[in-house]
């Protein structure tokens, strides 16, 4: 049962242009959301989050929105670089789950120059 | 400041085998998690510790999975006996719990191949 999902396994960009990446979710208590970024060989690191009682949140080149009725966010990164090339993660967790993430199955962004 | 220390950092062992990792979580952070993450598939998380009590370990496979955090640092994960469907990398991470939601710190991993 998997209750955050990326549906798009892989995503091409050109520099400069926006990336656009997707996130969906099924359970209803999830009131905190993460992206993570992860380079081949390392460990994922934190890259945003956003608490339930916003629908968005920006850092930079970074924003991520949140529909609740929809269960649905994504992350907006404009403008796009080369180094942004990464599988991106989102992560979902709830009240009652204390810091426990439950992640999407990842989404792997190249930006092509 | 040091981040969060994994070893080692590949192994591949036979089916039936054992193997352990080690993880050396940021100086401080009292939680510290082992996720295991398949190929294409996002972290899942195996056992969630506050200082070296478990907190969750509700997807543990404890017939073949053990972990410990002994004096609330350092932690070992065990794997006896491996089967293939255990290859896989191995993330440990820590935070210092004062972030909602958990802004966890991960290591590089360990990868394991079981053949």
């Known amino acids: 049962d998997q209750q955050v999902k990326q549906n798009s396994p892989s995503l091409s960009v050109q520099e400069g242009r926006i990336s656009i990446l997707n996130c969906d979710y099924t359970n209803s208590m999830f009131d905190y959301f993460l992206w993570y970024k992860k380079y081949p060989a390392e460990g994922p690191t934190f890259l945003i989050s956003?608490?339930?009682?916003?629908d968005k949140n920006e850092d930079g080149r970074f924003t991520v929105f949140l529909n609740k009725s929809a269960k649905h966010l994504s992350l907006h990164i404009v403008p796009s670089q080369p180094g942004d090339s990464a599988v991106y993660f989102c992560a979902a967790s709830s009240n009652n789950a204390g810091n426990m993430l439950t992640f999407g199955g990842g989404t792997r962004l190249m930006v092509k120059p | 400041e040091a981040g969060v220390a994994q070893s080692p950092r590949y192994k591949i062992i036979e089916k039936r085998q054992s193997v352990a990792f080690w993880c050396n979580p940021i100086?401080?952070?009292?939680?510290l998690y082992w996720y295991q993450q398949i190929l294409g598939q996002g972290p899942k998380l195996l056992i969630q510790?506050?200082?070296?009590?478990?907190?969750?370990d509700s997807q543990l496979p404890k017939d073949r999975f053990s972990a410990e955090r002994l004096k609330g640092v350092d932690s070992t994960l065990k794997i006896q006996p491996a089967k293939l469907e255990d290859s896989a990398v191995y993330l440990c991470?820590?935070?210092?719990?004062?972030?909602?939601?958990?802004?966890?710190?991960f290591g590089e991993g360990s990868r394991l191949t079981v053949l």
């Open positions: 991470a820590s935070s210092n719990g004062g972030f909602r939601g958990g802004e966890l710190f």
């Open positions: 510790f506050q200082n070296n009590g478990v907190v969750d």
């Open positions: 100086s401080g952070h009292a939680t």
């Open positions: 956003i608490s339930s009682i916003k």
